[in-house]
């Protein structure tokens, strides 16, 4: 069984920053490329980057310059980090990984529970 738990999301001021975990655990073999999303009230669950096992990333525009996708192959873990945050940056936060529970398996697409993140004054 595989788990993706996320982790840092909170309460912010406009302006503010905030850094999110995902830590992946059980039985994993190999995990390829990992990512978050988000999803706001009465929308759509969006990407918002990610990276894959070598180091590549990928942002949607809404948020380049301002967020840091990062991850820790030897911890499974990965990491975001926003700065310069904004009322439209408020959303569940989900943490998605492809992952290869063995060599004889195949990907599998593992979803975590998700992390709210708010930006008011």
């Known amino acids: 069984q595989v788990q993706l738990v996320e982790s840092g999301g909170g309460l912010v001021q406009p302006g503010g920053s905030l850094r999110l975990s995902c830590a992946a655990s059980g039985s994993i073999f190999s995990i390829g490329v990992m990512g978050w999303y988000r999803q706001a009230p009465g929308k759509q669950r969006e990407l918002v980057s990610s990276?894959?096992?070598?180091?590549?990333?990928n942002y949607a525009d809404s948020v380049k310059g301002r967020f840091t996708i990062s991850r820790d192959n030897a911890k499974n873990t990965l990491y975001l980090q926003m700065n310069s945050l904004k009322p439209e940056d408020t959303a569940v936060y989900y943490c998605?990984?492809?992952?290869?529970?063995?060599?004889?398996?195949?990907?599998?697409?593992?979803w975590g529970q998700g992390t709210q993140v708010t930006v008011s004054s």
């Open positions: 990276v894959t096992s070598g180091g590549s990333t």
């Open positions: 998605n990984a492809r992952i290869r529970r063995s060599a004889y398996t195949g990907w599998d697409v593992y």
